[in-house]
């Protein structure tokens, strides 16, 4: 496994998660990577995204809520979740686009 995703779990609507996606130091400290979610009956949507160097990028129905951050360090990237909605549950994923490389998926669920 390449891109291991974890920190999904149950969180009441308005809390908070981190997410973490771990791989190996040569597949990850030169690429950008992002969060992508997968709702049940849904297709998968873009959430962010962080280049090598920390500029990251946001799907507006994240921004200000959702914060992506990296450990270059640590080979680790993370996505800090805030007021979370009841429509964040989905399966969260993290992505290396140059290679179009997918970790497992760590499932989220938001109750009302």
């Known amino acids: 496994v390449q891109l291991q995703a974890s920190g999904g779990g149950l969180v009441q609507a308005g809390g908070s998660l981190r997410l973490s996606c771990a791989a190996s130091r040569s597949f990850f400290e030169d690429f950008t990577m992002g969060w992508y979610r997968q709702a049940p009956g849904k297709q998968r949507e873009f959430l962010a995204d962080?280049?090598?160097?920390?500029?990251?990028r946001y799907t507006d129905a994240v921004k200000g809520r959702f914060t992506i951050s990296r450990d270059n360090a640590k080979n680790t990237m993370y996505l800090q979740m805030n007021e979370l909605k009841p429509e964040g549950t989905a399966v969260y994923y993290c992505?290396?686009?140059?290679?179009?490389?997918w970790g497992q998926g760590t499932q989220v669920t938001v109750s009302s």
């Open positions: 992505h290396r686009p140059q290679g179009d490389y």
């Open positions: 962080i280049t090598s160097r920390g500029i990251t």
